[in-house]
């Protein structure tokens, strides 16, 4: 049984929380897409962790760890950060790494730092690491497979093509130091080295456990919005964020993911730039950043505060419709408690005319929100385990965003605990 988690919004909306709740009962955690670029954030009995590139599953020493072929892979990244964990007392987690991953060079790094500095004010806003230029070269063809590590006349040969075309960009363009084919080639000696103990066939190792009826989840990492295909282009992220990828990241068949259990946010937030239709600004926000997530809302990955806004039901709908949602976790509900009303915002206003539709992104530039206010709960919810128990005004929420979304709710969030959970 196969099961995603991923994000209907722009990233940040709890995937890490639910992954590591759900881990429990599964046996293998695959990330399949994007890099060390975002983190998940996530608490329990070990303390707390922001995790990048490890699935939110390594707490259990049941589960397998995955990093699929999709992933973005910078390989001292993952082993610093498998380190740290073991170092806060997390038994040493079962990691494999696929054959077929593409390894994030230092040079990455560089490109994507020179280039944002190049762009100046009209950057994509990118967290400089190295994914766009990662993404670039794997379809460019000159990116690196991790087999590839173990084949010294391939790498040199691979090497010796990078600084060709590279070479020739921090020279004209960026006027900065050449690469060096020789350190590069250390580099990947050394990178060999570090990943040997992880490799793995991993398509193949996950046919066998479908096989065998394990449980699977496939963790993705930032939303819809910030999809390459569907999400505001240009203001996205190099890889796909859909379960549907999710296939081709891991090495399954599509058919084989049964279950897509889309994390939405009660309320807005987003970082980097582009259009956001739903923000709120000055006192507001700063209030609904101080009061959001876990201790603020601010980047797991930069430090940078996130934009903030009420619930998009636009962008959330067709963000659960990109993924193809069969269910919902609402979560960080708690933080609304202490509102006396909360505006939602249920349509865009595009050259005068309402749409619920989610336009593409010069469309989307224009769109002014269309809100409507509900009233608020105005107490605390954490600590409550039933539905029931919820006051009424926010189990009206709750159904007024499951109408607008057309996806049924099943899990809501009141904590960033693991066990700040409502089963509906
Ligand atoms: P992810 O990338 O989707 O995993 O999300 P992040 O970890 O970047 O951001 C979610 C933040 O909200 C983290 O700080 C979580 O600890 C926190 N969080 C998750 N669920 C809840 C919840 O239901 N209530 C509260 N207050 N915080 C939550």
């Known amino acids: 049984m196969v099961r995603a988690i991923v994000g209907a919004n722009w990233g940040d909306e709890g995937k890490g929380k639910i992954t590591d709740m759900l881990a429990k009962e599964s046996d293998i955690i695959v990330r399949f897409q994007g890099g060390s670029n975002a983190g998940h954030t996530i608490i329990n009995n070990y303390g707390k962790f922001a995790l990048h590139l490890l699935p ?51 040079y990455h790094v560089l490109f ?81 080295d570090m990943v040997a103990p992880y490799v793995c066939d991993v398509s193949a190792y996950l046919h066998q456990a479908i ?11 930032l939303g819809s919005l910030k999809d390459t295909d569907h999400g505001i282009y240009p203001m996205v992220t190099s890889s796909s964020t859909l379960a549907a990828y999710g296939a081709i990241g891991a090495g399954i068949p599509p058919y084989e993911i049964k279950d897509i259990i889309t994390v939405v946010k009660a309320y807005s937030s987003a970082v980097g730039a582009g259009a956001f239709v739903s923000e ?17 809302e601010f980047g797991a990955t930069t430090g940078r505060p996130r934009r903030m806004g009420w619930f998009d039901a636009v962008a959330t709908r067709y963000g659960c419709r990109i993924q193809g949602a069969t269910e919902v976790a609402f979560t960080v509900l708690d933080v609304l408690g202490y509102l006396k009303e909360i505006p939602v915002c249920v349509g865009y206003e595009i050259d005068g005319e309402v749409t619920k539709d989610f336009p593409s992104t010069v469309k989307l530039g224009k769109a002014k929100p269309v809100f409507t206010t509900l009233p608020g709960w105005n107490c605390d919810i954490r600590g409550i385990k039933t539905y029931e128990e919820l006051p009424k005004n926010c189990q009206n929420y709750i159904e007024f965003v499951e109408k607008e979304i057309g996806v049924r709710i099943s899990m809501v969030s009141n904590g960033p605990g693991r066990d700040d959970i409502i089963m509906r």
């Not at 038994?91 to 054959?99: C, E, G, Q, T």
């Not at 096989?211 to 990492?221: A, F, H, R, V, Y």
Request: hydrophobic fraction near 35%; charge should be negative; proline fraction near 4%.
């Open 56 to 106: 939110s599953g390594v707490f259990y020493d049941h589960t397998t760890s995955i990093i699929g072929n999709g992933v973005a892979l910078n390989i001292p990244y993952l082993i610093d950060e498998i380190n740290s964990v073991v170092e806060r007392g997390v038994p040493k987690p079962r990691i494999l790494v696929s054959d077929r991953a593409q390894v994030l060079m230092p």
């Open 112 to 192: 994507d730092t020179y280039e944002e500095a190049r762009l100046a004010g009209k950057s994509f806003g990118s967290t400089k690491s190295g994914i766009a230029p990662f993404y670039s070269d794997k379809y460019a063809k000159i990116g690196i497979q991790v087999s590839e590590l173990f084949d010294d006349e391939v790498i040199k040969e691979k090497i010796g093509r990078v600084c060709e075309t590279k070479n020739v960009l921090l020279e004209h363009l960026y006027h900065k130091p050449l690469l060096d084919p020789e350190e590069l080639l250390e580099t990947c000696r050394q990178y060999r």
């Open 211 to 221: 096989k065998e009826g394990k449980t699977i989840l496939l963790e993705g990492q």
């Open 280 to 296: 709120i600004f000055g006192g507001e926000a700063d209030e609904l950043r101080r009061r959001g997530g876990d201790g603020g």
